[in-house]
């Protein structure tokens, strides 16, 4: 196969992974990232391109003789840059504006759910609200309260009190008005996420992930976009996978087919481990962030290969191997964090921290300012670690977060602790 360019879209940790992950592909030629950032300018050519102008996107891709487009937001994805792109001749790794709709609206896919009996929280969609306020007094709490729409893992508030519960509603839609809200059930049991690459019609399993949400220890505090992530989920067993593969990867594929709007990219299904087995809680149509981070340290395979594969529907050839150890990944955030925080502080002590054995550094929200690296974000850098257990990777992570000067910023010190605890009882 001849070396095929590839113009990676995005800036974050998420896409500093993919980067990292792409520049070790033997077939790969020039690598761009658009707009990228100071880590991503150490695996690739950044460039300066609106990404949201999807003629500058292509005609950049003819100029460089693009043979791959990797989107890693999905905001571009829900605005169709995909379908752009394809009219144009090119090909582009993730699904069209159609088929990001599982992700783009969360009403959208909680009908696709009870349409084909695919096991999800029971639920109510609430154009208003006034309408939002019945259906929890008819319901009581606890309850959960969505945004319809993107909101970068945000846009949910799990109620325990009406008055929380009304807070909600009254917050979603004061800053949304015409969005929307889906009201669901609440669900008891642990969260995992579950990903599987899909090209239409075949769907491959990748490996298991498990996120923190919450700002604080002991998964309190308010929803972010991730405070950090491990892979693999021990509460995930080979059954577990089995049937989310099966009674929910599987069913939606076939019914996006089915509708004439095909799902081709990666399926992010977050599940709620239930007593009666996996639920979806919802969809993303990328890959997660910071779970990105933890499964590209622990991927095997060449990952520019394995998307092509999905992009021209020849999956049925592919199985993906991966690394028995376990790899964790801690986000360090600005003090504010999910909050207003402050940019421009400095970040000292990469290049210490990156030199241990099996840690590897994402920057998720930096800038040069300079010669100096500064903080440019609310998550800035993803600390990532490979360990035989996740006890063990949880031990390197924190020790070369502990090597990185960095005043402003802050981090959870317990990602990982339900697999921590697993394995403690296990050796007990």
């Not at 761009?32 to 950032?37: E, K, S, T």
């Amino acid at each position: 196969m001849s070396e095929i360019n590839v113009l990676l879209i995005g800036s974050g940790g998420r896409e500093h992974a993919l980067a990292w992950k792409l520049a070790a592909s033997p077939i790969l030629g020039e690598l761009y990232a658009a707009p990228g950032n100071p880590g991503i300018g150490q695996e690739a050519q950044c460039v300066a391109l609106n990404i949201a102008d999807h003629e500058a996107v292509i005609a950049f891709c003819k100029e460089k003789s693009i043979g791959l487009v990797v989107i890693g937001p999905e905001a571009p994805l829900v605005r169709g840059l995909v379908d752009d792109l394809a009219q144009a001749g090119l090909k582009a790794f993730g699904p069209s504006k159609a088929a990001a709709q599982l992700e783009g609206s969360k009403g959208f896919t909680k009908d696709l759910c009870a349409r084909h009996r695919i096991p999800t929280a029971g639920y109510r969609r609430c154009a208003s609200k006034e309408e939002a306020h019945r259906y929890v007094s008819e319901k009581g709490v606890p309850i959960v309260i969505k945004a319809d729409g993107l909101a970068g893992g945000k846009g949910v508030a799990v109620a325990f009190s009406k008055e929380d519960a009304a807070r909600a509603i009254e917050g979603l839609f004061a800053s949304n008005p015409d969005g929307g809200a889906v009201i669901e059930e609440y669900l008891e049991g642990e969260e995992a996420s579950f990903f599987a690459l899909v090209d239409g019609t075949h769907a491959v399993p990748m490996a298991t992930a498990q996120d923190h949400k919450r700002v604080a220890e002991g998964d309190s505090g308010p929803n972010t976009g991730g405070m950090g992530a491990y892979s693999p989920a021990p509460v995930m067993s080979d059954e577990l996978c089995r049937r989310t593969m099966t009674d929910i990867v599987q069913p939606t594929i076939d019914a996006m087919r089915k509708a004439g709007t095909p799902f081709k990219g990666v399926l992010y299904a977050g599940l709620m481990i239930t007593r009666e087995g996996p639920k979806l809680i919802e969809f993303n149509v990328r890959f997660g962030d910071p779970e990105c981070q933890s499964l590209m340290v622990r991927l095997r395979d060449d990952l520019l290969t394995v998307l092509l594969a999905a992009v021209d529907g020849t999956l049925n050839r592919v199985s993906l191997r991966w690394e028995t150890n376990a790899a964790l990944t801690v986000v360090m955030a600005g003090k504010g964090y999910p909050g207003e925080v402050r940019k421009g502080s400095e970040i000292r002590g990469l290049d210490r921290a990156k030199a241990l054995p099996g840690v590897e550094i994402f920057h998720a929200g930096t800038a040069l300012k300079g010669e100096q690296l500064v903080a440019n974000g609310g998550r800035v850098l993803n600390v990532t670690a490979v360990g035989k257990t996740v006890t063990d990777a949880q031990s390197l992570a924190y020790r070369a977060v502990d090597m990185i000067d960095w005043t402003d910023g802050f981090c959870r010190r317990d990602i990982g602790w339900r697999a921590v605890e697993r394995e403690r009882a296990l050796k007990a």
